[in-house]
């Protein structure tokens, strides 16, 4: 079995930050591509970032330049730094990640959520 399991979500001012963090646990084999979504009521789930497993990464337009993914492979865990943050950023946020076990050479997992909501 595998688990992503996501913390570091909150409330927050606008104008401030967040970190949050997925954890990978399980018989894990190989991770290739990790990201993060969102989901805000009443919308569908669109990407936030990716990193591949070298490093590259990928950024939605409406988060370039406040948001950082990145990636510790020997944990393995997943990060988004979260700056200048704004109203419209609240949105409950998955962690996804592409797996390999014995059981699977690869396959989508996702995280159970953390709720970020932005607001003064």
């Known amino acids: 079995q595998v688990q992503l399991v996501e913390s570091g979500g909150g409330l927050v001012q606008p104008g401030g930050s967040l970190r949050l963090s997925c954890a990978a646990s399980g018989s894990i084999l190989r991770i290739y591509n990790m990201g993060w979504y969102r989901q805000a009521p009443g919308k569908e789930r669109e990407l936030v970032a990716t990193?591949?497993?070298?490093?590259?990464?990928n950024y939605a337009d409406s988060v370039k330049g406040r948001f950082t993914i990145s990636r510790d492979n020997a944990k393995p865990t997943l990060h988004l730094q979260m700056n200048s943050l704004k109203p419209e950023d609240t949105a409950i946020y998955y962690c996804n990640a592409e797996i390999g076990t014995n059981w699977l050479p690869k396959y989508q997992y996702w995280g159970q959520g953390t709720q970020v909501t932005v607001s003064s």
């Open positions: 990193i591949a497993s070298g490093g590259t990464t």
